[in-house]
């Protein structure tokens, strides 16, 4: 029996087998770099009962075992219809015998086999799906960079839940294209602060207590996360999108230049815009002309939504806010307020 071991891109620990009545075909074929076995897709909680593996080809299931990943009881797993996908991948679904835990990472180990008789078996990470992922609003955001005070995207809850798997996709920037948040339960009127650059001592994500963290920008009252990178993290032309979990709904979406553009730079960049624009969350249409305008930005002065207005999902509900009156984790200032006293300041 030959077996083939393979670390696939997406973490997936994979040993593929062939029966042994077609070794001598298998082997001749992988001389010609044609070996064909059966390859895994995607393994991902469709809910909180259910798990969902998608694979290149038709599949048999012949054993699955659902357990957490740092040891404990073994979740029964059942065997669901299979079939093909609108993508044409050979979905298997795989009901659970009981209720995933938010914050326990999962394993999927199984094998399955095609209709040569080829065996795959793998062992792959699950992360839990989240059915409370709280209703919420990009508030506020700075751009501009002058330590220690860093670039941060400011979330206000509008319901309770839970942060889980919740993404924040900063397509402008390839390298760092997505944020997803771990395990922290939040309660409506929460602020949740997503710091993209870590250059503090006593940096720390709130997923208990929210006033664990030190750092310049961080309140005792607010929920703050820290991306661990020290360069360029948030291009100034960019589309953000909050993402419910991944490969799901749009929550909340901003799109931002530092110059006119006539087209985006990237197709990242085009893409995203395209979704928020399909999926109704930014408007009126997907060229950089439908974004907020950065000029004037700067560390202290930052781009927010005006307290308890509507979102009508255009560049009309953001604006710069005065000289100083950036409030990363608290209430923005009420933009007529804000001028008022900083006219009265420059007095
Ligand atoms: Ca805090
Ligand atoms: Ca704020």
């Known amino acids: 029996m030959i077996a083939k071991r393979i670390w696939a891109a997406i973490g997936i620990c994979v040993v593929a087998s ?10 001749a074929a992988f001389s010609g770099g044609d070996v064909s076995v059966p390859t895994m897709v995607s393994v991902r909680a ?6 969902e593996a998608r694979f290149g080809d038709e599949v048999r299931l012949v054993d699955a075992r659902f357990s957490p990943a740092n040891g404990g009881e073994v979740i029964p797993v059942n065997v669901a219809p299979v079939g093909r996908g609108d993508d044409g991948l050979w979905a298997v679904r795989f009901p659970l015998g009981r209720q995933t835990q938010l914050g326990v990472p999962y394993l999927l180990e199984g094998t399955v086999e095609d209709s040569r008789g080829n065996t795959l078996s793998f062992a792959v990470p699950v992360t839990a799906f989240n059915g409370r992922v709280p209703r919420l609003i990009m508030n506020e955001a700075r751009f501009a960079y002058a330590s220690p005070r860093v670039e941060f995207i400011e979330l206000l809850a509008l319901t309770s839940g839970n942060l889980a798997g919740v993404r924040l996709e900063n397509a402008g920037n390839e390298d760092l294209p997505a944020y997803e948040f771990p395990a922290t339960e939040v309660a409506a009127g929460d602020f949740i602060v997503l710091h993209y650059r870590t250059v503090e001592e006593g940096i720390v994500d709130e997923t208990e207590k929210a006033d664990a963290s030190a750092g310049a920008d961080a309140l005792p009252t607010a929920r703050d996360f820290w991306i661990r990178c020290e360069r360029a993290p948030l291009p100034k032309t960019n589309v953000l999108l909050l993402v419910e979990r991944a490969g799901g709904a749009i929550l909340d979406a901003l799109f931002v230049r ?12 085009t893409q995203a815009a395209s979704r928020a624009v ?3 969350a930014w408007g009126p249409d997907g060229s950089p002309s439908s ?4 000029e004037g930005a700067s560390p202290t002065r930052t781009l927010g939504r005006e307290p308890g207005a509507v979102d009508t ?5 953001w604006a710069l806010c005065p000289t100083k009156k950036h409030s990363p984790g608290s209430p923005n200032a009420a ?11 420059a007095r």
């Open 46 to 51: 469709v809910s909180e009962t259910e798990v």
């Open 258 to 269: 530092d110059k006119e553009l006539a087209a985006w730079p990237t197709e990242a960049l």
């Open 278 to 280: 399909a999926e109704g």
């Open 291 to 294: 974004s907020v305008s950065l």
């Open 335 to 345: 933009r007529e307020a804000a001028r008022s006293a900083a006219r009265e300041a």
């Open 18 to 27: 062939f029966t042994g009545c077609r070794v001598e075909e298998e082997l």
């Open 313 to 317: 999902n255009e560049a009309a509900d």
